[in-house]
């Protein structure tokens, strides 16, 4: 069974930075698209990024720039380094993984709270 263990969530000032991580046990790492996913108070949980086993990423529109996917296929981590943080940024954060083959197998960790205050 895939398992999905975030961390590096925080309280973090206006115009700061984080880093999550996500460890993935369970399967093959490699055979997995990961992506991180938000949800704020009283909101969906919303699309951050994905990144594809070769790296390839996409980004929604709004956080490129200022988010980056990355992912260590020999630590079987998927990151997310945000930048210039901003209140509309606090969120639980979750790491996601669907099998590159079929996508009916799909996997969510417990998630991470992200805090953007003064």
């Known amino acids: 069974q895939v398992r999905l263990v975030e961390s590096g969530g925080g309280l973090v000032q206006p115009g700061g930075s984080l880093r999550l991580s996500c460890v993935f046990s369970?399967?093959?790492?490699?055979?997995?698209?990961m992506g991180w996913y938000r949800q704020a108070p009283g909101k969906q949980r919303e699309l951050v990024g994905t990144?594809?086993?070769?790296?390839?990423?996409n980004y929604v529109d709004s956080l490129k720039g200022r988010f980056t996917i990355s992912r260590d296929n020999t630590k079987n981590t998927v990151y997310l380094q945000m930048n210039s943080l901003k209140p509309e940024d606090t969120a639980r954060y979750y790491c996601n993984a669907v099998h590159v083959y079929d996508d009916e197998l799909e996997y969510w960790g417990q998630g991470t709270q992200v805090t953007v205050s003064s």
């Open positions: 369970g399967s093959i790492f490699s055979i997995y698209t």
């Open positions: 990144i594809a086993n070769d790296g390839r990423t």
